[in-house]
């Protein structure tokens, strides 16, 4: 007969937030179990690839407020790792200032930044093209520059919380280790695996894009869209070249569009060549089975001409291709969705739930905010915004 495991948190989903999660609540001597359904580190969810962007610009002021608070948690990561998790060189955001993406509007990012005192610099085309390489640029583009955005080392931010969680004396990660049923047992939840049952009165859940295979167990889903998300990585040919982590905002032109973001050369990740990617994707899938580490080849094709248009001291073709894979909110704003279970689930304030977002600039201070939540049932971080269940969850039963 396979003994039940107890637990006092069960976190389900062992990527950047599962882990930053366990960190968390190893700090406040919590005895907690991650359930990975993969391998820790794995290529196949949100954590998949190494960098992210760390910027500040966002059209909400809130937005500006969730990363400022996210940086003392992300020093505080630093301490315990010799890897350089922020390597900072500034975010650049330009184009057309009419448009509103889904990352915002220039402007109204120039309007929070400032309601936060965060200070930043304001470009005409011409200057983009002088001091950040860019070429080609439409007369109306305008930039904006703001000096703490970084390229995220993903991966050894990921391999420090690891590192941690398997020092720690509170934390047991199993990997391999699909959820395959949750049984509500008066206060409890058994949670199940091939590997084993394991009981505890808190789970938080956060298994990236894999979120309703999870959810469905109590009896609800989430309406997310899913993304395969591509990235290219080309061959400097200009060695004195070197980009900022930057974002064009631009209006689709027929079915591209016509976003792209990119990266500096950064050592952790393919050194000699930088990473470019489209922010939009051609054909969302319908079921985290479709994912695929083949990106879809018209986005590269957009992407590869964006690149020779615009870009200098680079070779034309894509040397590496890779993919990501993300769930995001329906929400046109694809924002975080930090919430409790819906309450058709009994003890809903027991399942703390992170799902959907651009997250990578919050991991350290996201795993706080989802623990305060599992252990206190509240945060004194302003969630508001966050707390979208009603809108995105509905009910299997
Ligand atoms: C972000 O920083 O949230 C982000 C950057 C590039 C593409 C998508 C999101």
């Known amino acids: ?106 402007g109204e990012a120039e309007k929070a930044l400032k309601a936060n005192k965060v200070k930043f610099t304001t470009l005409d085309a011409r200057q983009i093209e002088q001091q950040y390489h860019f070429k080609d640029l439409p007369d109306n583009f305008t930039g904006l520059f703001q000096a703490d955005g970084a390229s995220i080392d993903l991966k050894a931010t990921l391999e420090t919380l690891l590192k941690s969680n398997q020092n720690s004396g509170d934390v047991t990660l199993k990997e391999d280790s699909p959820v395959t049923g949750i ?47 591509t990235s290219m990585y080309f061959k400097k040919t200009d060695p004195k070249i070197n980009y900022p982590t930057w974002f064009v905002f631009q209006d689709p032109v027929g079915p591209s569009g016509n976003e792209f973001y990119g990266f500096p050369e950064v050592s952790w990740d393919h050194p000699g060549y930088i990473r470019v990617a489209p922010d939009f994707v051609m054909k969302p899938l319908t079921d985290p089975s479709q994912r695929t580490s083949i990106p879809n080849q018209d986005e590269v094709e957009y992407t590869c001409a964006w690149v020779k248009k615009h870009m200098s001291g680079l070779h034309p073709k894509p040397y590496f291709e890779s993919t990501c894979f993300v769930a995001l909110s329906q929400d046109q704003n694809k924002e975080l969705i ?60």
């Open 183 to 229: 049984r509500q047992i008066g206060k409890l939840f058994e949670v199940s695996t091939s590997q084993g049952v394991y009981v505890s009165e808190k789970l938080v859940m956060a298994p990236g894009p894999y979120v309703d295979e999870v959810t469905r167990f109590l009896g609800f889903s989430t309406e997310v869209i899913y993304w395969n998300m």
């Open 1 to 106: 007969m396979l003994m039940k495991e107890n637990y006092d948190v069960i976190v389900i989903g062992g990527g950047s937030m599962g882990l930053a999660t366990a960190y968390h609540l190893a700090q406040r001597k919590t005895k907690t179990l991650v359930l990975e359904r993969f391998s820790f580190l794995n290529q196949k969810g949100s954590s998949a690839g190494v960098s992210r962007q760390f910027r500040i610009p966002y059209p909400e002021t809130y937005m500006v407020k969730m990363v400022l608070n996210a940086i003392p948690f992300w020093r505080e990561l630093q301490t315990h790792t010799s890897a350089r998790l922020l390597d900072t060189v500034g975010t650049l955001w330009f184009g057309d200032p009419k448009v509103k993406s889904s990352e915002g509007n220039i």
């Open 338 to 397: 930090i919430d409790f279970a819906p309450d058709s689930v009994p003890n809903h304030r027991n399942v703390v739930i992170y799902a959907t977002g651009w997250a990578g600039k919050f991991v350290p201070f996201l795993g706080k905010i989802l623990s305060d939540l599992a252990l206190d049932g509240k945060t004194k971080y302003d969630i508001s915004h966050f707390r979208l269940g009603d809108k995105i969850f509905s009910s299997l039963r």
